[in-house]
């Protein structure tokens, strides 16, 4: 998954979601390295701005909007956000923790059932078969 290799750094090519998604493991390495309540708050301002970002790229390139098929739970933008979330989670499990616990196994485990996750939901937007959650204003 090209994704997984873009949270690492790799470039494949000047794409908005890969952009976006190095972007969001960029705010949650910082995130995880810092107390400041103040930067948290936003590190998290950011995130909800770049995952409307990702969603508005959707929805411009994904199949025509319809308003007779299901909603998804999360939007593209969410889904990215939680995947890379989740590899900087993983990644920082087995840098400072006993890879030998379950602790470390379950957030590779959480990491994999996300990206199935995204593949599915990826599939279904571009096929028409599901639509983004609408933004909250």
């Known amino acids: 998954m090209q994704l997984l ?14 952009r976006s998604a190095r972007s969001f493991v960029l705010l949650h390495l910082s995130r995880v390295q810092t107390t400041d309540a103040e930067l948290i708050r936003e590190i998290d301002l950011r995130r909800g701005e770049l995952a ?10 994904g199949a025509p909007e319809r308003q007779d098929v299901a909603t998804t739970i999360a939007s593209l933008g969410q889904v990215v956000d939680r995947l890379a979330q989740a590899w900087v989670e993983a990644n920082h499990a087995v840098g400072s923790a006993n890879v030998e616990t379950g602790t470390t196994h379950r957030y590779w485990l959480q990491l994999a059932e996300l990206i199935g996750g995204y593949n599915t939901l990826v599939r279904t937007l571009f096929d028409g078969r599901y639509r983004q959650p609408a933004q909250l204003v």
């Open 52 to 61: 409307d970002e990702v969603n508005e790229w959707s929805a411009d390139l």
């Open 5 to 18: 290799s873009v949270f690492q750094g790799n470039r494949f090519r000047d794409h908005t979601l890969y």
